[in-house]
């Protein structure tokens, strides 16, 4: 049996292909833009300070979801029961910090 026969045979056995590292090294560039995208609105100290809050905030949040999906492999069959529990975690958390925003400004 030849590599690529072996190959075929091991896909069909365990139900994924392998993506190779061209996928990895994009999201791992990707990553490096948003984290210099980040660290350059903190360096420019003439942007407004609630811009950058807000820009920090955004990239902080695709950076997470980058990390999530490729490194953490979520973004892969059988990972629903991962999300769901992530997602619930994720909506008491910001049940909880709207909550006490909302007991400590009123």
Do not use: C
């Amino acid at each position: 049996m030849t590599t690529v026969e072996q190959h075929q045979d091991d896909t069909v056995k365990h139900g994924h292909r392998h993506e190779g590292p061209q996928k990895h090294v994009v999201v791992f560039v990707f990553s490096i833009i948003l984290t210099a995208i980040a660290f350059a609105s903190v360096m420019a100290g003439g942007v407004n300070v609630a811009f950058t809050v807000i820009l920090l905030v955004v990239m902080a949040v695709l950076q997470a979801l980058v990390q999530l999906g490729y490194w953490m492999h979520l973004k892969d069959k059988g990972h629903l029961m991962p999300i769901i529990f992530m997602s619930g975690g994720a909506f008491v958390a910001f049940t909880a910090i709207v909550t006490a925003l909302y007991w400590v400004w009123w």
